[in-house]
């Protein structure tokens, strides 16, 4: 894992819209929020986000990702430099892990599908350099049973891993924001309708699951190649046309047609985005190699 670099204000406040639509996040702010005024370290986003980037990390392992697990402690300590941030990353996702049971009692455990995850973080959290400070932590997180409304919290069962897309976890607010981006796209690039091989409404999805995705949203925002008419990321738009165009689809690919033609139906020369679109650190690309991959699943996950 690569040093963590603390979040802009704009990534703040744009993760904040689109987590606090999840009860468990929601549970964890006041204790997250404390933590980092007595610690000086991360705040309830960042913390979240890291768990979130995990998951994400876990999910891609289809087989024993359990194992994987047990290098986390090491690695995130790693990254921030931190015992007591590593313990804090590690007890939130246990508790996301946990909230996939499905009943309550002894066999509770048992029906919970991320159980081997479970039980390596459990045993992480246990060890005895870190077992106090792990204890606190969840009898704090325990101890949340109301609200700031004083309505008693009731989290409903969510598997984090089985989240497929990160809509399922925003407020209405945040989903108004990838709506507008979605609406864009689709005016813009409504050229290329013909060359779809796929149904209009499963492209909208793809590119709603695409802007919904953190750092891609941000990435959005930023006008690049300068001067654009478009007035966004134009170039990251091409980049996912290049990915849909390069991706089989029944007998031919998502989106047909030679590169020349899907530029001319944009309506602007995008042919070296499209043709580079994995030509990572170049000026043709904006996508890094992870949010690349991260693409290349929303597509495959739609027209599965």
């Not at 689109?18 to 000086?40: A, H, K, P, S, V």
């Not at 892990?97 to 992480?124: I, T, Y």
């Not at 999805?205 to 966004?232: D, H, M, V, Y």
């Amino acid at each position: 894992m690569e040093r963590f670099e603390r979040f802009s204000e704009e990534r703040l406040t744009s993760l904040r819209a689109r987590y606090r639509g999840d009860d468990l996040f929601r549970t964890w702010t006041w204790i997250l929020c404390l933590l980092e005024q007595q610690l000086n370290g991360l705040n309830a986003v960042e913390v979240w986000s890291e768990t979130e980037m995990i998951r994400q990390k876990l999910s891609a392992i289809k087989e024993h990702r359990d194992n994987e697990v047990e290098f986390l402690y090491g690695e995130l300590k790693n990254r921030h430099q931190s015992e007591k941030t590593a313990v804090i990353i590690l007890t939130v996702l246990f508790t996301q892990m946990c909230d996939a049971e499905s009943s309550e009692g002894d066999d509770a455990a048992v029906q919970n599908p991320n159980r081997a995850v479970c039980s390596v973080l459990a045993h992480l959290l246990m060890n005895p350099e870190i077992r106090s400070f792990s204890e606190q932590l969840i009898k704090a997180f325990n101890h949340r049973r109301y609200d700031n409304e004083g309505n008693k919290i009731v989290l409903p069962i969510k598997d984090y891993m089985e989240v497929k897309s990160p809509l399922e976890l925003m407020d209405e607010e945040a989903k108004v924001e990838v709506e507008r981006w979605v609406e864009e796209i689709e005016k813009l690039t409504r050229g290329i309708r013909g060359f779809l091989n796929i149904d209009w409404t499963v492209y909208d999805t793809i590119w709603r699951n695409i802007c919904a995705e953190q750092e891609i949203s941000l990435l959005l925002k930023k006008e690049q190649p300068r001067n654009n008419k478009w007035g966004f990321n134009l170039k990251l738009v091409a980049n996912v046309l290049g990915i849909l165009h390069v991706t089989p689809y029944g007998d031919g690919f998502v989106l047909a047609g030679s590169i020349q033609t899907i530029s001319d139906a944009v309506g602007v020369n995008v042919r070296a985005y499209i043709g580079n679109h994995a030509d990572f650190g170049s000026s043709n690309t904006t996508l890094t190699k992870e949010m690349h991959a991260k693409i290349k699943q929303f597509i495959l996950s739609a027209i599965g």
